[in-house]
């Protein structure tokens, strides 16, 4: 009897050697981590912030914790106040209000943008996902294209209040809201809308519209699959878990606008294609 095959890990070049979380690239972006997830934490980001954690636990409603959430990421970071921070208005680059709302609006706005390259440049640093996309394919990490996202994210890092670290917070803030919203649940079945199957890198192709792709660092989704419709002649329906979840359009009310949109860590995903 032939043993089956142990299910695709991801490739040694589209990974990091280290990151910043208590799992390596090569279990969180395995098919195996998408199908048997575990939890996801970043160094030290409960334990620095431990206090907002206790608040938040004591809190019943999503509004009342994200109202909390957000006083505590000004607080903070200065972020009404950037002065206290140690910005002078008389810098010729002001970056004081570049903050994770903006670049969670810019992402929105343009997936291959500056802020959008911070974001992916956020998802290598914590997770040691290479990105495989921006602005065009990234296949070799000496060319142009790459080189262009590295100018990106360096120039939507340069000035700016602990960036970084307002998303190192934000996923946990959103980890902690999906364990409250959907406890007891591993996944969510989220929908994307494309047009070329051939932009995506398939790793093996099965029965019945089956794929096994290695997605970019972060890509966004939506819950419903009307509005995928709306993006591509060709749906992914995969089920993703919480954990790969950085952020989602009603996790702060009032503050993102999006097409019920989830903004989704990448790695090596099973998915169903269905073409319209």
């Given at each position: 009897?032939?043993?089956?095959?142990?299910p695709?890990?991801?490739?040694?070049?589209?990974?990091?050697?280290?990151?910043?979380?208590?799992?390596p690239?090569a279990i969180?972006?395995?098919?195996?981590?998408?199908?048997?997830?575990?939890p996801l934490?970043?160094?030290?980001?409960?334990?620095?912030?431990?206090?907002?954690f206790?608040?938040?636990?004591?809190?019943?409603?999503?509004?009342?914790?994200?109202?909390?959430?957000?006083?505590?990421?000004?607080?903070?970071?200065?972020?009404?106040?950037?002065?206290e921070?140690?910005?002078?208005?008389?810098?010729?680059?002001?970056?004081?209000?570049?903050?994770?709302?903006?670049?969670?609006?810019?992402?929105?706005?343009?997936?291959?943008?500056?802020?959008?390259?911070?974001?992916?440049?956020?998802?290598?640093?914590?997770?040691?996902?290479?990105?495989?996309?921006?602005?065009?394919?990234?296949?070799?990490?000496?060319?142009?294209?790459?080189r262009?996202?590295?100018?990106?994210?360096?120039?939507?890092?340069?000035?700016?209040n602990?960036?970084?670290?307002?998303?190192?917070l934000?996923?946990?803030?959103?980890?902690?809201?999906?364990?409250?919203?959907?406890a007891?649940?591993?996944h969510?079945?989220?929908?994307?809308?494309?047009?070329?199957?051939?932009d995506?890198?398939?790793?093996?192709?099965?029965?019945?519209?089956r794929?096994?792709?290695l997605?970019?660092?972060?890509n966004?989704?939506?819950?419903v699959?009307?509005?995928?419709?709306e993006?591509?002649?060709t749906?992914?329906?995969?089920r993703?878990?919480?954990?790969?979840?950085?952020?989602?359009?009603?996790?702060?009310?009032?503050?993102?606008?999006?097409?019920?949109?989830?903004?989704?860590?990448?790695?090596?995903?099973?998915?169903?294609?269905?073409?319209?």
């Amino acid at each position: 009897m032939v043993s089956p095959s142990p299910p695709p890990t991801l490739p040694t070049w589209a990974r990091l050697p280290i990151n910043r979380c208590n799992l390596p690239a090569a279990i969180l972006g395995s098919l195996a981590y998408q199908r048997h997830p575990v939890p996801l934490k970043l160094d030290g980001v409960e334990d620095l912030h431990h206090r907002l954690f206790a608040r938040l636990h004591d809190m019943s409603t999503p509004g009342e914790r994200a109202r909390a959430f957000m006083t505590h990421m000004a607080a903070e970071f200065s972020l009404e106040h950037p002065e206290e921070a140690g910005f002078s208005p008389n810098w010729p680059y002001r970056r004081a209000r570049a903050n994770y709302l903006k670049v969670l609006r810019g992402w929105a706005f343009d997936a291959d943008g500056r802020e959008a390259a911070v974001l992916k440049g956020w998802v290598e640093s914590r997770f040691g996902l290479l990105p495989r996309h921006h602005g065009g394919p990234i296949r070799d990490f000496s060319g142009p294209t790459y080189r262009h996202y590295l100018e990106q994210r360096s120039g939507g890092l340069y000035n700016t209040n602990g960036l970084e670290a307002q998303l190192d917070l934000l996923y946990a803030y959103c980890q902690h809201e999906l364990a409250r919203q959907f406890a007891g649940v591993s996944h969510l079945t989220l929908y994307r809308g494309i047009n070329r199957m051939g932009d995506y890198e398939v790793i093996e192709a099965g029965e019945r519209g089956r794929r096994i792709l290695l997605l970019n660092s972060l890509n966004s989704f939506t819950d419903v699959r009307e509005r995928a419709c709306e993006f591509g002649d060709t749906i992914l329906e995969a089920r993703i878990p919480l954990t790969k979840i950085l952020v989602f359009q009603s996790l702060l009310p009032g503050k993102l606008k999006g097409e019920a949109e989830y903004a989704v860590i990448g790695g090596v995903h099973e998915v169903g294609c269905a073409v319209l």
